[in-house]
């Protein structure tokens, strides 16, 4: 905790400075413990403030960025608003509806439109960059095919197909053609290989393997795009190669992925084959601490973004 | 914009001055060797500190003279000013404040009704109203007075103060010109913009008469009192045509006895309508007008309906209160206690009273194996209990599974009226019950408020050897949240944890759960390691969203016969929640779909119930009461049959508690009451722990005194019958009050004194008021209570104990908002014209043409002019002065005992300047060669001297070596220094001398 907190290069005064690091001495002395020898990654940035106007932000809950490294944040208030990787505020709109529940899922299609899983109304939303709503690909809801529970996360692949991830009352994968006609489905409640509680993210990788995070099971699962059970790792725990809650995954170029988890307040740097690099991150307010925090995204430069759900922020790190 | 003034509180001080000159005079000389200088400054700053001690004396304080002007408007906002008058008031103002307000000038707005509040607060900018300015206020009167006092205490204090009234003048309550002078007297300056209207017509529905004494089975005559105080003008002959309607209500439902088209001419018209009532109860009418045109003949509907109430007594009335989902199962006893002339009115717990008044009829209310939750309104639970207590009613509580305990009445107010308690103590006599609850629901609307709410309730049902636990996904820690118990260990024991409980309670902030199965998990371990537990049971609250638990662990809950009942919220629209009623079906418990939070607690209370299964004892076999005392409750009956269960509960340790009938199981016979009674405030209550249905008592209904006994049961509770004769009640309404007036004299015809007599209303709307009456004269009490709304009233008062209650009502006219038709000119006048103190009179700024035409108005009338008394406000600064003396005085000293020499700065100038510095004077030089040598010389004669050279040139002067003690008490040496070579050298110390010399002592005392 103590090397994130002096690593921080964009505190917000002196004062916080020496707050930190007298709170991390503090801390340190009257726990008594090292440093965590599995901690990696330094601190880059926080951003973000707690607020309903533009550009604050309120329990942010999805967050995914754009090739142009333009951050899109969906939080409570249903909003949708959209930053640099400085965190300066660019744009921002609302969603149709919100009364039943907010968006928990956001990803850029192929086209650089952004995707937004509408968890509560059972559709998916397509804005433009800069906002316009496209389409709106309404689902019944039910557990049939093609129908749709409570939507957590979309993407699409190479070929234009859309893979749809569901928790709720089903907890599946559905795969859609590019004009949204169902293909395939598998998964199912349970805690089996190829079964999910609560699937929360999904990613494709450069074999088009999908990734998903299946957070209740606490690991994560890989499929083929036809969704043949890959291979899985992780399992409950706060250890290396140990998950909690994994709420968003990113893959990284590198043959890492990275994989935020809200219950254990941290990003796990991970090989592909689950073998655990280190972490970034503990639980707590300061600068370097995260509190539940739900997504992350990856920019050009490498560094990751982690957002910061109960502090309503955001943090940028190196790992 | 202020001035100031230095006053003093006790200028008398200021005499002391004098001592200036005379310290002057007398110092003069006895500074002379200060020099002239120093002597001039200590001489000046001992009169400034003498001055100043003065000043502080005598109380100085700095006066600020404000300039400043507040104006606070009070806008009047009642009924009786039509909308278009209203609009022209905020017009007015804000044209008024933006043409005149200036500089610092504050600007403050009061509305007022019934009651007045701050629309705007007082500040230095132009407000602008909006022209549908929309206030919480009841503007069925007006109170111009309190608006004056709120003002009043609102005006900041830096500033001459005025309110400017717009107003009709009608005011109805308060007295507008007593707070005028109270006003005038504090200087606070009065203007009064009056507000013109065209007089109108109205139709008032002025009041409903029913008879006094009207009796069941005869006719009465009902008479509904119109107004209609439109005029004839001209062609308009002032009669106004409309529906005339008389609606009779009771239990709640509405039947029209009368409906007829009616012409109304100017003035008042009564008419009568015949009516009978056939059955016993309480009943309400209602008379409505209905105008053909509105718009023409009668602006104000408010004013258009009247009621009123009365009941008609049966021969003893009992009030029979059965559960809503579970009716007739009291039919037997409903029919023994008519055949014993007690009439018995059965209602379900949906279509109970609403006012204690409405209970009045009743001389005693049944509880017939009610469950706590079956009651929509707990405040309807503290009504029967009051009834008792206050009133004098009887209340009987009847057994069955779900009364008493197991009915989740413990630590109700109606335990504490009933002669047993609801839980036992004795862990042999019942076994214990377990109630986890996960909380996930903070996602609704007030998530957290209703979660701690709905735990609460829940814990309060359980007893206090039933153990409770609460399961929540909480943050915190490094590593982030967990499923964890509120309280460790998980299941604790309700009775001496239920303070800490509450407490955690209070404080619990559930996050969003991502799934049920750590939750479940938790649970099913935590329930499973209790021991002597008899019911598990557990409740989900959730709004459905979280992950659904694994198949083993339902299955675990299955085999361990753990309950599980969900209840789904609507967080994320429509509460349903599939998955949730999964597991209530898989586990036996029971599935609630909830979208308003309000049934929530109901819901929590009545599945903690499950748990208080233990407090029923039931035997097939049968099982005999015994009679432990002969009791009215029981005159001419021997034995009793069998029962086959009742609820269990614990004897009161109190005198007054008559146990009448004990069963012979289990345990010890304070838990085993069948039948008890006592005294509980003015009434009497009873509980009867066996159902006295088929249930658990089936050989009681074919018994033939079955009747018998409960109806002596009942009647023992029942109300005396009155002896009204000796009591009499007057009522009137008063200022917003009715006064109740009890007169009371004995059979004798003297003064009943001492008495606590208690009434309960019931209004219009069937709204309650309750209070006491109190004594103010011999045999006379006197009790009031607000009415604020127009129409009949009916009181019952209670006298005290052994008494029967007496019956009366009031009726609460109209306000006079929806008469006084036209402006009140002379109020408004004599309000201008009070003359604030220290200030002009107020203006009345008068629009002979309404407030339509702003311009000249604001031409000729200007409510910020500054011709009031300006405020002022002092600050004492003898305090300051004091310290400032003080600070003198140090200088003073300073100045006579330091010399400060100013040599330094010429040579200090001289090196900065890069100049060489000035010689200094020759004669001062001379002075500093000498004495350097002088001390030069000394410093080498104590260096001879540390060589330890007993020579006689080289002995160090002692003189020298002793100068700088020669102040101390050091050893006094010889004047002259003594000859080294005659007398050897000193080889011992003083203190060795000393030594020596103390040692010869010793051996002198030895010797």
Redesign the interface.
Known sequence: ?GRNVRSASRLPSPAGWLAGLAGAAALSLLSGCEEDPNAIGRLEGVWGKVGISEGLLQKPRAMTIDPLDRIYIVDMTARIQVFDTQGNYLRGWKTPES???KPTGLSIDRAGRLMVADT?YHRILIYSPEGELVRTVQMQRGDGPGELA?VADVVEDSEGNYFVAE???N?RVQKFDSEWRFLLQWGG???EPGQF??PQCLALDEQEHLWVAD??NHRIQVFDRNGKFLQTWGGPG?GPGEL??PYGLVLSPDQTVYVV??????VQKLTRDGRSLGWWG???REPGQL??PWALVRDHRGRIHVLDT?NHRVQTARM | MSQYRVTFESPGYLILLILVPFLWWLSYRALAPLGQGRRGVALVLRCLIVGLFVLAVAQTQMVRISKRLTVIYLLDRSLSIPPEGQTAMIDYLNAAVARHRVDDDRVGVILFGRDALIEVPAFAYNITLPPNLQAPLESDYTNLASAMRLAMASFPEDAARRIVIVTDGNENLGSAAQEAQALAGAGVGIDVVPVYYEKRGEVVTERVVLPPDIRRGLPFDLKVVMNNTKQPAGADSGEVTGRFVLKQKTRGEARVVSEQKVTLPPGKRVFTVRQQLDAAGFFSYEAEFFPDHPEKDDTMTQNNRASAHTHVKGKGQVLLIEPADNRSQYEGAVKALAEHNIEVEVRSTKELFASLGELQQFDAVILANVPRDAFVDDNQVQMLVRNTQQMGAGLVMLGGPDSFGAGGWIDTELEKAMPVDFTIKSAKVVPRGALAMVMHASEIPQGNHWQKRIAEEALKTLGPRDYCGVIQYGGGGPRGGATTWLWTPGMLATGENREMMLAKLSRMTPMDMPDFEPGMVLAHQGLMALEDVSVRHMIIISDGDPQPPSPATINNFRTAKITVSTVAVGAHGPANSIQMDAIAKATGGRYYAVNNPNALPKIFQREARRVTVPLRHENEAGMRPQITQPHEMLGGIDAVPPITGYILTTVKQNPLVEVVMVAPEPGPAVNRTLLAGWTYGLGRTVVLTTDATARWSKSWLTWQDYAKLVSQIVRWTMRPAGDEGKFSVATDFRDGQVRVVLTALDKNDEFLNFLSPQMAGVGPSLQASEGKLEQVAPGRYVGTFPAREAGAYMIAVSPGAGHGTLNAGVNVPYSDEFRNLEPNQPLMEQLADFVPEGGEPGQLIQAPDGLDRLEPLLEEFNSFRHDLARATSSQDVWPFLLLLGSCLLFADVFVRRVQVSFAWVPVVAAKMLGRKPPPPPAEMIQRLQSRKAEVEDRIAQLRASARFEPSAQLEPDRRILEEPFAGEAAPRRPAAAPDVAQKPPEEEGYTARLLKAKERAWEKGKS
Request: with cysteine; glycine share 18%; net charge positive.
């Open positions: 905790m009364k039943n529940g509560h409570l928790y709720g009352d907890n409640h349970g805690a509680s609560r957070a209740c706060s909690r809650y988890e809200w219950g254990n307040n941290r503990t639980g707590g509190f539940c109960n």
